[in-house]
Structure formats: structure tokens, C-alpha cells
């Protein structure tokens, strides 16, 4: 087949398909007889990427395959094409996530030891339904409490390609080295008003959002809620950049266990995100 008649059959199905591509996909793409080596898709893709730099879609390579998306610098051009309200996540929400990306695999009892507030169960529900995390086994001590990790949907959304590219947390000191190395643009962060429900009835999720309590001392358990408890403040990201939290939340995570079982299901994540 022709190389110069690969580029554009490349093109059209990353447009039709609406999500990633792998190469195995693409090949397919191609009919039986006119199938080109995979090693030239592959370089049919870089000289696509290359032509499409300073315009207004770019091609790049997730964890599912390669896509075509419009870069983060036109995001604000295009929110008058959305009538809808883009998703809100909780501080609690985003600090859950952070721990999970960087120290998985992770147990809840592991991220509330760190949080020191109790995780609520409709956080770890919000994030199975988005299919950003997934139970990837159970730890061997008593109660065989659930371990939990990202999956290949996180990568994707978040446009890494791999977990080794999440930025490195000895290279951060806040959100705005994060937002630098992930090309975000810059987001204030915005307090709820508790007190007027109406607000955050259209927040994906706003069901996280309850008051957490700290945990008892004498076990991991939450502390009994009475008058005196209060609830925390809930930072909220008013745009699709949860990612720009990720590290910085995570920055005071104790290091990762090294035992064999936490090893072993580290690379059952890395297999699986492949």
C-alpha cells in the first residue's frame, strides 16, 4: 500500500471513533490486502502529530491507544458550545484519587490513616462508577480489607499514557507545578455555600460532599457525629481539571508498602493498564 494513502485512513478513523485506537485497531482498519506494517502506522502517526502541531486538534498516545482531542489552550474559546455545568469534585474526592494514584495498591483503612478523617463510602462509589479505580485484590491481615487501583479509563482521562507519567512528587511543591507539567490552564478553586443546597444539585459529585469525621483514636473507625462535630470546607474544581490536585494531595502520603502482596498486585495494575 501506499504510504501517502495511509495518513488520511489513519485520520478519518480517529475521528469516527469518538475514543482511543490501538495500532491492533487501526490495522484493522486497512483491508485484508492493502494492510500496511504496523511499524508504518506507527510513524504514519507521528507525521500525522507533527502536522497537526499549532493547530486545533493534536493526536496523542493514552493508555487505550492514540485519540484526537483539542488541546487544553482552547478550552475557554469552546465553553460557550457546553450549556451543561462541568463536573465539581470535592477536595475529599481528589485527595482519595491522589493517594490511590501514587500509593497503590491502597486499602481504605491506609487512606483514611493518612487523611486522618473517616473516607466516605459514596466517595469510593463515585469513583467506581467512573471507572477511575477497581478492587485489585485483598490484603492477607485480619478482615481482609479491600485494596484498591487506577485503571486504564483514569489514564485515559487524564491523557497519560502510563502511571510513570504522573509527575514525579519530588518535583512539586503545589498545584501550579503540577499544572505546569500537565499543560492545565489555571483554576481557582471555589468554597460551596453549605448552607444553600440549591447550588450544588447539578454537582457530579456532590453525594462526597457530606461532613467527614475525624477518627477515633482508639480505632480506625469514624468518631461518633454529634452537635459538636464539624463539618469540613469543600473545595471544589469548577472545570474538567480534577488532574491539577492529584499530586499535591498526595505529597504527604507515607511511602508505599514493600511487601510482596503490595508488589504483587502493583503489577497486576501495570499489567492491566497496558
Known amino acids: 500500500m501506499d504510504e501517502s494513502a495511509i495518513k488520511p485512513v489513519l485520520e478519518a478513523a480517529l475521528l469516527a471513533a469518538g475514543r482511543p485506537l490501538s495500532v491492533d485497531e487501526l490495522h484493522a482498519t486497512f483491508r485484508w490486502g492493502d494492510r500496511p506494517d504496523k511499524k508504518l502506522i506507527r510513524k504514519a502517526l507521528a507525521e500525522l502529530a507533527e502536522d497537526y502541531t499549532d493547530r486545533g486538534i493534536e493526536i496523542i498516545e493514552v493508555a487505550s491507544g492514540f485519540r484526537v482531542q483539542v488541546p487544553v489552550r482552547f478550552a475557554e474559546n469552546l465553553e460557550s458550545l457546553h450549556e451543561e455545568r462541568p463536573p465539581r469534585y470535592s477536595r475529599a474526592l481528589l485527595e482519595t484519587l491522589a493517594l490511590i494514584a501514587y500509593r497503590q495498591p ?162 497486576d495494575i501495570n499489567a492491566a493498564n497496558r
Open 106 to 267: 491502597i486499602t481504605r483503612g491506609e487512606i483514611e490513616d493518612v487523611r486522618g478523617v473517616a473516607v466516605s463510602p459514596n466517595i469510593i462509589r463515585t469513583l467506581l462508577e467512573r471507572e477511575w479505580i477497581r478492587s485489585v485484590g485483598h490484603r492477607d491481615v485480619p478482615g481482609r480489607p479491600e485494596m484498591f487501583g487506577t485503571t486504564k479509563h483514569f489514564l485515559d482521562y487524564f491523557s497519560l499514557k502510563k502511571l510513570d507519567d504522573l509527575p514525579d512528587l519530588s518535583e512539586l511543591t503545589d498545584i501550579e507545578a503540577l499544572q505546569v507539567q500537565l499543560d492545565l490552564p489555571s483554576v481557582e478553586p471555589k468554597i460551596v455555600n453549605e448552607a444553600n443546597p440549591a447550588a450544588q444539585q447539578d454537582d457530579v459529585a456532590a453525594n462526597d460532599a457530606e461532613p467527614e469525621a475525624p477518627l477515633s483514636e482508639s480505632a480506625n473507625q469514624p468518631a461518633a457525629q454529634g452537635e459538636d462535630a464539624e463539618p469540613s470546607n469543600t473545595v471544589v474544581i469548577v472545570t474538567d481539571d480534577a488532574p491539577a490536585a492529584l499530586a499535591s494531595e498526595a505529597e504527604d502520603a507515607p511511602e508505599a508498602s514493600e511487601d510482596a502482596e503490595s508488589d504483587a498486585a502493583l503489577d
